[in-house]
């Protein structure tokens, strides 16, 4: 799994390797503009909000939502990314924190109208993964969601076939989001899916 040093050296050129494999409709990014795109939608039915981004990498995401007038904070522990983010989104909240480790103390006194988090949290294990939720639930605000667009398979299955067929490219490392899986485990929330491409889709989550 790449650790932070790896991700300040896939900083500059990310935006263009992502592309690069969205336009191709192959995995690990097909449809990743939709993804961005659908998140972008569902968070603009409010017309201001707060929002936590976690992992946010380049900010291709969250520069927009920061242009629109939101207020941003977001979570990434890669230095290059930050600062790559950071010349876009001068006045964001942006902290320098490994999210496998929980939040941050900087934001604890905050809530949130939408957590958002793209292509990220696939580095963590289910298990993480589902602690990581219920603790991120706890920062929401009343009506707030949990909108995560990853990697991600409506079932084992898809996975599996999208394994096979990616088979030399297939990166053991990541641990991708397998929504009814997820959903069992986080039986008691409120949780839908969007299935997105052959590879990604959007999950949210309220309480
Ligand atoms: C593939 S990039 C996605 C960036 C952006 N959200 C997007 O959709 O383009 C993953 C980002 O998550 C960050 N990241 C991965 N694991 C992390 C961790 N444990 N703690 C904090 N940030 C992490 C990386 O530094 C990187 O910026």
């Keep these: 799994m790449l650790d932070n040093k790896g991700f300040d050296l896939w900083a500059d050129g990310y935006d263009k390797s992502v592309q690069l494999s969205e336009e191709n409709d192959e995995y690990p990014f097909a449809g990743y503009k939709d993804v961005l795109n659908t998140i972008y939608n569902i968070v603009h039915k409010r017309e201001k909000a707060k929002i936590l981004d976690i992992g946010f990498g380049t900010g291709i995401l969250t520069k927009k939502l920061y242009d629109d007038g939101y207020e941003i904070y977001g ?45 990220a949290m696939h580095h963590l294990e289910d298990e993480e993964k589902n602690e990581f939720i219920e603790k991120l639930e706890n920062y929401l605000n009343k009506d707030g969601k949990i909108i995560i667009g990853d990697i991600a398979f409506k079932t084992r299955e898809l996975l599996e076939k999208c394994k096979t067929n990616y088979n030399e490219y297939w990166d053991e490392e990541e641990v991708y989001f397998v929504f009814e899986e997820l959903k069992e485990s986080l039986f008691d929330k409120n949780i839908n899916f969007i299935e997105i491409s052959h590879c990604s889709g959007v999950i949210q989550i309220s309480k």
């Design 75 to 119: 979570i990434d522990f890669s230095q290059k990314m930050i600062e790559i983010a950071k010349e876009k989104m001068p006045l964001a909240s942006l902290i320098k924190y490994d999210f496998s480790k929980g939040l941050p103390e900087e934001i604890k006194d905050n809530s949130f109208d939408y957590i958002i988090s793209t292509y």
